[in-house]
C-alpha cells in the first residue's frame, strides 16, 4: 500500500495547497529524510508568485531544511536511521566541462532540491546520500536549517577573498547581517551595513558590523566614503538586488577594490556604470549564487563551535498549515527575520 505524507505544494502562482501525497521512494543511491525544519526563503517567495520555477509545477518548495534519516539506500556510507542531517540542495551531472572543472552551479544539468524538484515544506524528502551532511550533536536541528544560507555566505566570502584589516562594506541588511559576521571572522575592519530596517540594523551590530547606515536618512555612498577616509571600501558586497544598489556599490568601492554580486535582481534588470572608471581604478567584481561541496562543511563547523550565532535572526516557527500566511508576513512586517515551518507543531512559536 502506497505511504502518504503531508505536504505543502505550489500548484500554481499564487496557489498552495495542503494535502496528502505519496512518500517519495529512494533509489540505491538516496537517503530519505523525516523534515524537522525548513527555513522560508525569498526563493520560496518567488516559486509561488511564479517568478522561479513555473514551468516545474507542481512543485513542493522548500531547500533550507534540517531533518533526521529515515531510510538509507543499499549504497549509501556512513549513514544511519535517525541521524540528524541536512543536504547540499545543488546537484549536477559530475562529468561535464563545468564539473570536472569544480563548477557544478554552471552545470546544464545544474538541478536544486525544493527549487527544480520537490523540497522540504513536507514530511519527508529525498536526497543523494552523497549530497547528505550529518549533523554534529552539540548543533541543534533549528540551527542546522540555517546552515544553506550560511554556505551561501560563505561561499561569496571565499570568492571575494577579504585581506585582514581590509574594510567591508555591505549593501542590505538581510543576509548581510550574515557577510558581516564572516567578515569579521576574516578579520575585516572596518565592517559597514547598510540598510532600511532598524531592527535589522541593530542585529547586524550585534554580528559584527562597526558601523550601519540607514540609508532612508543618510546618503550610503557618501556615508561609506566619509567612513573610509575619503578613499571608499576595500570590499563592497552588494546583497539587497536591485540595479541601483548595484550602481551604488561601484560608487562606493576605493580603486582597486573589489565588489562581490551575492543580491539577486530580476531577469531583465540593468545597471548603468563607467566602464572607463572600472578600467582606470583597476576596480574588479566577483560574483557568486549558493554553497557548494566544502561550503557547507564550512557553514557547520561555524554553527557547531558558535563562530555565528545564528539566533538573533529567528523570528519564529510556523505550522506547515501557516506557510502561505507567512510568506505574506515576511513581505509586509520588516521587523521579521527568519521564520521555519515545523510539521511538529500545530500554533506557531515566537523565538
Given at each position: 500500500m502506497e505511504q502518504k505524507m503531508k505536504a505543502a505544494v505550489v500548484e500554481k502562482p499564487k496557489k498552495i495547497v495542503i494535502k496528502e501525497v505519496p512518500v517519495p521512494d529512494i533509489t540505491d543511491?538516496?537517503?530519505?529524510?523525516?523534515?524537522?525544519y525548513t527555513g522560508i526563503c525569498g526563493t520560496d517567495w518567488s516559486i509561488y508568485?511564479?517568478?522561479?520555477?513555473?514551468?516545474?509545477?507542481?512543485?513542493?518548495?522548500g531547500h533550507e531544511f534540517s531533518g533526521i534519516v529515515a531510510k538509507v539506500g543499499k549504497n549509501a556510507k556512513d549513514l544511519k536511521e535517525g541521524e540528524p542531517v541536512t543536504a547540499d540542495i545543488n546537484m549536477s551531472c559530475g562529468h561535464c566541462f563545468y564539473c570536472r572543472r569544480g563548477q557544478k552551479l554552471m552545470?546544464?544539468?545544474?538541478?536544486?532540491?525544493?527549487?527544480?524538484?520537490?523540497?522540504?515544506?513536507?514530511?519527508?524528502?529525498?536526497?543523494?546520500?552523497?549530497?547528505?551532511?550529518?549533523?554534529?550533536?552539540?548543533?541543534?536541528?533549528?540551527?542546522?536549517?540555517?546552515?544553506?544560507?550560511?554556505?551561501?555566505?560563505?561561499?561569496?566570502?571565499k570568492a571575494m577573498e577579504v585581506d585582514i584589516g581590509s574594510s567591508v562594506a555591505i549593501i542590505g541588511s538581510g543576509l548581510g547581517s550574515l557577510h558581516a559576521a564572516v567578515a569579521k571572522h576574516?578579520?575585516?575592519?572596518?565592517?559597514?551595513?547598510?540598510?532600511?530596517?532598524?531592527?535589522?540594523?541593530?542585529?547586524?551590530?550585534?554580528?559584527?558590523a562597526d558601523y550601519t547606515i540607514n540609508v532612508n536618512k543618510k546618503d550610503p555612498v557618501k556615508e561609506v566614503i566619509k567612513l573610509t577616509e575619503g578613499r571608499g571600501a576595500d570590499y563592497v558586497i552588494e546583497a539587497a538586488g536591485t540595479?541601483?544598489?548595484?550602481?551604488?556599490?561601484?560608487?562606493?568601492?576605493?580603486?582597486?577594490g573589489r565588489i562581490a554580486a551575492f543580491g539577486i535582481t530580476g531577469v531583465d534588470d540593468i545597471m548603468r556604470i563607467k566602464p572607463f572608471e572600472l578600467v582606470i581604478g583597476e576596480r574588479s567584481i566577483v560574483s557568486s549564487c549558493?554553497?557548494?561541496g566544502t561550503d557547507w562543511n564550512d557553514a557547520i563547523a561555524l554553527l557547531q563551535y558558535n563562530r555565528i550565532n545564528?539566533?538573533?535572526?529567528?523570528?519564529?516557527?510556523?505550522?506547515?498549515?501557516?506557510?502561505?500566511?507567512a510568506l505574506h508576513e515576511l513581505r509586509t512586517d520588516k521587523n521579521l527575520f527568519k521564520v521555519f515551518v515545523s510539521l511538529d507543531i500545530n500554533k506557531r512559536k515566537i523565538l
Open positions: 543511491d538516496e537517503i530519505l529524510i523525516k523534515i524537522k508568485t511564479g517568478k522561479y520555477s513555473a514551468d516545474k509545477l507542481p512543485l513542493i518548495p552545470c546544464p544539468e545544474f538541478t536544486q532540491l525544493g527549487i527544480h524538484i520537490n523540497g522540504t515544506y513536507a514530511e519527508y524528502a529525498k536526497a543523494p546520500w552523497e549530497q547528505v551532511h550529518k549533523l554534529p550533536k552539540t548543533l541543534d536541528l533549528l540551527k542546522g536549517a540555517f546552515i544553506e544560507p550560511t554556505s551561501c555566505v560563505i561561499h561569496s566570502a576574516r578579520g575585516a575592519a572596518p565592517i559597514i551595513v547598510m540598510g532600511r530596517n532598524e531592527v535589522k540594523l541593530k542585529i547586524a551590530k550585534q554580528l559584527g540595479a541601483k544598489t548595484y550602481e551604488q556599490a561601484f560608487e562606493m568601492v576605493r580603486p582597486g549558493a554553497g557548494v545564528p539566533e538573533p535572526f529567528f523570528s519564529m516557527i510556523v505550522p506547515l498549515e501557516e506557510l502561505e500566511t
